[in-house]
């Protein structure tokens, strides 16, 4: 089996002692850290100057006449109120009268149920079967 040539260069390998310096390696990555491109800061240097000369015109153009002038109040005429209704007996069963209250108490009375069942077919109760309604 023959031995690989680049085991054998690199086990020959040394380093030069005085060739690398890492206080001088550490500064000159912290200087090419810091170093920042100044075309964002022009950018928002240039936003900033467009928003002042856009409030600035904004604040101090000329008003126009039309604005200047007083315009006429107008006030409708005094219209007499019709009277009030007479109140409407709600439904003991309307969304307004069960909203609000889940004491079963204070449900309705049978008899007001008369008109929305068929008295001939006793009710059912609804449930949920493997995803269909029985």
Not at 12 to 19: A, L, T
Not at 68 to 88: F, G, I, K, N, S
Not at 97 to 102: I, K, N
Request: glycine share 8%; proline share 16%.
């Amino acid at each position: 089996m023959n031995p690989d040539p680049v085991y054998d260069k690199l086990a020959r390998f040394s380093p030069d002692p005085g060739g690398l310096d890492p206080a001088e390696v550490l500064f000159r990555a912290g200087r090419a850290s810091a170093r920042t491109p100044r075309g964002w800061k022009v950018a928002v240097a240039g936003l900033l100057l467009s928003n002042a000369v856009g409030f600035g015109w904004l604040a101090l153009r000329p008003v126009p006449e039309s604005a200047q002038t007083p315009v006429p109040l107008v006030l409708p005429a005094q219209v007499a109120e019709p009277p009030p209704a007479p109140p409407v007996e709600a439904s003991p069963w309307s969304a307004h009268t069960l909203m609000g209250t889940l004491d079963t108490d204070r449900l309705p009375p049978p008899e007001a149920v008369a008109g929305l069942t068929d008295p001939g077919r006793p009710l059912a109760l609804i449930s949920a079967r493997r995803g269909e309604i029985d």
